[in-house]
Nanobody, 123 residues
Framework: QVQLVESGGGLVQAGGSLRLSCAAS????????MGWFRQAPGKEREFVAA????????NYADSVKGRFTISRDNAKNTVYLQMNSLKPEDTAVYYC????????????????WGRGTQVTVSS
């Protein structure tokens, strides 16, 4: 079992920044790809970013390229999402996920999910 806990969400103005963190516990010894997804009210959960153990393989959704940066600190079992130039359309609950079993951009590829952290961007 893997436990994931997100933090760092909040309310910001458009153009502002936030950094989300996801701390993993449990079976954290395996070299797993981790991802960030988000879900807005009335919409399906969508891919945001993913990063491999080494950091050599990184994927971003087109909507966040150039604005968001995913990174990880394996010694701390933590993955981060630096969010810059935030837009109102970025408003959503952000989830981290692990235990990849398929393409890293697919929501169905992950077995473990955090409870999410709310990000609200005002216009």
């Amino acid at each position: 079992q893997v436990q994931l806990v997100e933090s760092g969400g909040g309310l910001v103005q458009a153009g502002g920044s936030l950094r989300l963190s996801c701390a993993a516990s449990g079976r954290t010894g395996s070299r797993k790809t981790m991802g960030w997804f988000r879900q807005a009210p009335g919409k399906e959960r969508e891919f945001v970013a993913a990063i491999s153990w080494s950091g050599s393989n990184i994927n971003y959704a087109d909507s966040v390229k150039g604005r968001f940066t995913i990174s990880r600190d394996n010694a701390k079992n933590t993955v981060y999402l630096q969010m810059n130039s935030l837009k109102p359309e970025d408003t959503a609950v952000y989830y981290c996920a692990s235990d990849l079993r398929g393409p890293p951009t697919y929501v169905t590829a992950y077995n473990y999910w955090g409870r999410g952290t709310q990000v609200t961007v005002s216009s």
